[in-house]
């Protein structure tokens, strides 16, 4: 199922969960990894200077450097790396999204593993802002494959994974997700759960929605999964369908609790990118910030159809 | 006579060369090697017959010493008005002292040339316009540089810049192959949002040629992604080529004519190749110097112009808007004040400040002019290669202050800056000043107010 994995990581613990779920989906899945670091950000200008992501110390960018922080990668990975049959280590200097997707694009990688944030902050929900970082963003948004974002210790591992939920809004691309959560779900043998959330944001202005529109829309969403995505399980019975309503990221992590979800699978393709504009951001970094499970973000059906 | 194996008289040629210097951390043997470079004095003494003609040995006769150029000088200005800061006294000092001597000068002050002619001067111009007798320093620093290259006592950067000219046709390390690589991915990267968005490759007959700096791919592909889709709305038949798409020079910044000539060169025989109506560059100012204004001089093209018709970004940008190609939406004009960095390089000595101007009027409701402006702005600071000469770092960081406080006094908190130095400059003075400002080129905030017409809007199901 995943043949290349590529876990892009920043050296920095922000990434140790995300380094154990990636090594032990290559371990299960005998596929290759490349483990990808991004060391520096450049100067606009043409100087061999880069700022290094894990310290925010300038660095001279040469051959020197680069086997350095090779050598520290392995240094920080070892203990997972004695268990990966195949393993290249590549860094680069570049703005990280960019590089990542670059990269993922030229060895044409199956799934994508990434911790939420850059930095060292610790992992919570009081963190609104920016905090999920534009780089996971970006990388979710427009990669071709499955990118699974890991912010807080995975206690089980994926192929112990026995409840996938996927969250829908029914756009093109959650179709995408779902194809990914469906084949994860029946080449593991997991149960798969099907929801939605009924956006009832618009209560906080004010606005009264009578509850026989609430169950109207409720049907009206059950129908469309049962015309939407049911047919394509092909005879897979062991799935569930939810339908909540309230604020989307909240119900989906409410529901994903009360299902014991070890891995929720969603589309992120909101196209609002820019932090400052994204006021709350989009509901997918919201639940990657909030989730105590991975997320797996799926738009593109390049890697998940046929 | 010793030659270093780093520091010699021979630019880099092959990627071997290229790497071992790179691999020459902040080029410390490097500066070291040229403490023992000896100075080729007869082949100094027969460039400077060569090149050295009436306008340069005369205008270093004339000079007055009459200081009109010091305040011109953001060097001057910055340093407490330091009399060594003098454009003239900086050129008759070295240049001035060189051609006197008829190339009779040493390695100390070879070395102590480089630091002016490098750590001194950006190549402004600016102390030209001020001269009562019209001697323009700027030119001479260039030609200066020429002299120092062609000796071996070029910063280790701009060695390694001019090497990456001859060796890949762009400053940085991206081949032809990356360059179309890149483009194909930010085609399928953008596809979903922009139906039928194209960046269409080596498209003969298009009515627009479009070039780049190299930083865009390597770095910054999102740029390109802004200009396809920008070309895009406004519904240009335009073509990048998949030779020849770079624009800039480092090699004019390190004073290489000869690989200047070969990077002009490439871009000019894609002109020629794919016979497009105009040339457009991105947003960047020595480009647009190097391969619009010098270009055609160092390729040897007797009408002092390029192949086809060439126009910076901001051109483009002027006539899109002017024309109705693309629309924007007035509600969304920049509500904040908002100040514009003039570029020396298209801007003084390009004359394109009404075009900025015209820019500005469309994109803004508080357009606020630094003072001086135009013509008469002072360089970002980082201007000449500055911005990336770990050497001259200090001097490059106090220089940024006349920027700065320009700046400042506008009340402005963001500069819109069409110019990748420029930008560079300004996002490093407010790192090190930290005077709470932004900074933008001219595509993202466009795209933020441009009208998309629905048919080019994506389906959406």
């Known amino acids: 199922m995943f043949d290349k994995i590529m876990f892009a990581t920043t050296g920095t613990p922000v990434c140790d969960n995300a380094a154990h779920v990636a090594f032990d989906i290559a371990k299960k899945y005998n596929s290759k990894l490349h483990m990808f670091h991004v060391l520096g950000l450049p100067t606009r200008g043409f100087g061999q200077v880069v700022v290094d992501t894990r310290t925010g110390e300038e660095e001279s960018y040469d051959l020197d450097y680069i086997s350095w922080v090779g050598e520290e990668l392995k240094n920080t990975y070892d203990k997972y790396l004695a268990t990966c049959k195949s393993c290249e280590i590549d860094s680069i200097a570049g703005i990280p999204h960019t590089e990542i997707l670059r990269k993922a694009r030229k060895i044409d990688a199956d799934l994508i593993v990434m911790g939420a944030h850059s930095r060292q902050e610790e992992t919570g929900a009081t963190r609104y802002r920016g905090a999920v970082g534009t780089n996971m963003q970006k990388v979710a948004r427009g990669a071709r494959c499955p990118v699974l974002i890991v912010s807080r210790p995975c206690t089980t591992c994926l192929w112990y994974f026995s409840n996938i939920v996927f969250g829908t809004d029914f756009s093109k691309a959650s179709f995408s997700a779902f194809l990914f959560a469906y084949k994860l779900a029946e080449e593991i043998g997991s149960k798969l759960y099907i929801f939605h959330s009924l956006d009832l944001s618009q209560v906080h202005a004010g606005k009264v929605v009578p509850q026989e529109e609430i169950e109207a829309r409720i049907q009206e969403a059950r129908k469309k999964i049962e015309k939407l995505y049911v047919p394509h399980l092909k005879g897979y019975d062991n799935y569930e369908v939810g339908i909540w309503e309230g604020i989307p990221y909240v119900e989906i992590l409410k529901y994903s609790r009360a299902k014991n979800a070890d891995l929720i699978v969603m589309a992120h393709h909101t196209k609002e990118v820019d932090p400052d504009a994204a006021i709350l951001g989009s509901t997918v970094e919201q639940v990657v910030l909030r989730a105590s499970c991975p997320v797996a973000s799926v738009n593109h059906p390049d890697k998940v159809s046929g | ?461």
């Not at chain 2, 139906?195 to 070039?211: C, Q, R, V």
Request: hydrophobic share 35%; glycine share 8%.
């Open chain 2, 1 to 461: 006579m010793p030659e270093g194996t780093l520091c010699n008289k021979i630019p880099v040629n092959t990627k071997e060369e290229l790497l071992t210097l790179l691999a020459d951390k902040s080029g410390k043997t490097y500066y070291e090697e040229m403490n023992h470079l000896d100075v080729d004095h007869a082949a100094l003494k027969t460039t400077l017959d060569k090149s050295c003609k009436s306008r340069i040995r005369t205008w270093l006769e004339i000079c007055a010493h009459c200081g009109m150029c010091a305040d011109s000088c953001f060097f001057y200005l910055a340093n407490n008005k330091d009399p060594k800061q003098v454009p003239s006294y900086k050129i008759q000092s070295t240049l001035g002292e060189i051609v006197k001597r008829n190339g009779n000068v040493d390695n100390a002050f070879m070395q102590k040339t480089m630091d002016i002619a490098w750590g001194k001067c950006t190549c402004c111009n600016r102390c030209g316009m001020y001269c009562p007798f019209g001697i323009d320093m700027g030119v001479m620093f260039g030609y200066l540089r020429g002299l120092c290259f062609s000796q071996g006592f070029v910063p280790w950067e701009l060695k390694i810049g001019s090497g990456m000219h001859r060796i890949y046709r762009a400053q940085m390390d991206v081949t032809s192959e990356d360059w179309v690589d890149t483009c194909q991915w930010r085609m399928e990267e953008n596809a979903d949002d922009w139906p039928g968005l194209e960046i269409p490759i080596d498209k003969e007959n298009a009515d627009i040629i479009y070039t780049v700096n190299a930083r865009e791919p390597k770095h910054y592909p999102e740029d390109l992604d802004e200009a396809a889709i920008l070309f895009h709305l406004a519904g240009e038949n335009w073509t990048v080529p998949s030779v020849g798409w770079e624009e800039t020079s480092l090699a004019m910044f390190a004073g290489d004519w000869e690989g200047c000539r070969l990077q002009v060169q490439a871009v000019y025989d894609a002109m020629e190749r794919l016979k497009p109506k105009r040339m457009v560059v991105t947003e960047c100012g020595h480009a647009y110097r190097a391969t619009v204004i010098e270009g055609p001089y160092w390729a040897g093209l007797k009408s002092g112009k390029t192949p086809v018709p060439s126009f910076h970004y901001v051109e483009w940008v002027a006539e899109a808007l002017r024309t109705g190609k693309l629309k924007l939406d007035p509600s969304k004009k920049i509500k904040e004040p908002v100040t514009y960095q003039d570029s020396c390089n298209y801007i003084r000595n390009a004359g394109l400040s009404d075009c900025a101007r015209e820019i500005m009027s469309y994109i803004a409701e508080d357009f606020r002019e630094m003072r001086p402006n135009r013509e008469h702005n002072f360089c970002c600071g980082g201007g000449g290669g500055m911005n990336g000469l770990g050497r001259y770092r200090e001097e490059r960081n106090v220089g940024l202050k006349v920027k700065r406080d320009q700046i400042l006094a506008t009340g402005a908190k963001l500069v819109i800056s069409p110019c990748h130095n420029c930008w560079d400059a300004i996002r490093d003075l407010e790192e090190i000043y930290k005077v709470g400002i932004r900074w933008s080129f001219l595509k993202p905030i466009l795209l933020k107010m441009v009208i998309v017409p629905d048919h080019m809007k994506p389906v959406e199901e």
